[in-house]
């Protein structure tokens, strides 16, 4: 399973962006796909998850300004990130809990990043 996070730029304070995360191979069930980010010197914090069925979690301070969101048909996950802010500067990693068949245990998964950087 791959996990491909794409989406992320250079925008201004106060922009918007919107991220996606692409899972290919093979699985039997994607269960939850969360995003986290990372800024520089910082540990990898989450920034939302989203269960298959829609049900989400997100930190905080965030919950206000980004929304994830799910296409199950497209293997797709988004995080619509509004209200930009240059604290909001970090890589942006997709994570994916993914059973490979009816018989394995879950495994957990996490795409390459993607930048997004804020100016002021």
């Known amino acids: 399973v791959q996990l491909q996070a794409s989406g992320g730029g250079l925008v201004q304070a106060g922009g918007s962006l919107r991220l996606s995360c692409v899972a290919s191979g093979n699985w039997f069930l994607i269960d939850a796909i969360g995003w986290y980010r990372q800024a520089p010197g910082s540990q990898r914090e989450l920034v939302a998850s989203?269960?298959?069925?829609?049900?989400?979690n997100y930190a905080d301070s965030l919950k206000d300004r980004f929304t994830i969101s799910r296409d199950n048909a497209k293997n797709t996950a988004y995080l619509q990130m509004n209200s930009l802010r240059p604290e909001d500067t970090a890589v942006y990693y997709c994570?994916?809990?993914?059973?490979?068949?009816?018989?394995?245990?879950?495994?957990?998964?996490w795409g390459q990043g993607t930048l997004v950087t804020v100016s002021s």
């Open positions: 989203i269960t298959p069925l829609g049900i989400t």
């Open positions: 994570n994916a809990y993914v059973r490979e068949s009816m018989r394995s245990s879950y495994r957990n998964y």
